[in-house]
């Protein structure tokens, strides 16, 4: 049963996403995302969010000084941009 918040996907996008996690708010499992998903701009996100990621993660105790998350070892400056992206441990 589908509640107000879940958000479905569409055949192509389940396609297009190759199915691995689970994400909140989608009842399906999409796969993580990969540097290489920064070529795309499609995978963008807006600046506004990006932004505030990128704030998030500066406050967090897992963001090293060189912009990089302790925890999965991305640089949050690239990550931030993707749409799909997630934090590694739910703060965005």
Same mark, same amino acid.
């Given at each position: 049963?589908?509640?107000?918040?879940?958000?479905?996907?569409?055949?192509?996008?389940?396609?297009?996403? $190759?199915?691995?996690? !689970? +994400?909140?708010?989608? #009842?399906?499992?999409?796969?993580? =995302? $990969?540097?290489?998903? !920064? +070529?795309?701009?499609? #995978?963008?996100?807006?600046?506004? =969010?990006?932004?505030?990621? !990128?704030?998030?993660?500066?406050?967090?105790?897992?963001?090293?000084?060189?912009?990089?998350?302790?925890?999965?070892?991305?640089?949050?400056?690239?990550?931030?941009?993707?749409?799909?992206?997630?934090?590694?441990?739910?703060?965005?």
């Amino acid at each position: 049963m589908q509640t107000k918040n879940t958000k479905i996907l569409n055949f192509c996008q389940i396609q297009k996403y $190759k199915i691995f996690k !689970l +994400l909140p708010g989608y #009842n399906i499992c999409m796969r993580p =995302v $990969k540097p290489w998903d !920064l +070529l795309n701009k499609d #995978n963008w996100t807006i600046e506004e =969010v990006r932004n505030k990621r !990128l704030e998030i993660c500066g406050e967090c105790e897992n963001y090293n000084s060189i912009g990089q998350c302790k925890l999965c070892h991305c640089f949050m400056s690239a990550k931030t941009w993707l749409e799909n992206a997630y934090c590694p441990i739910r703060k965005w």
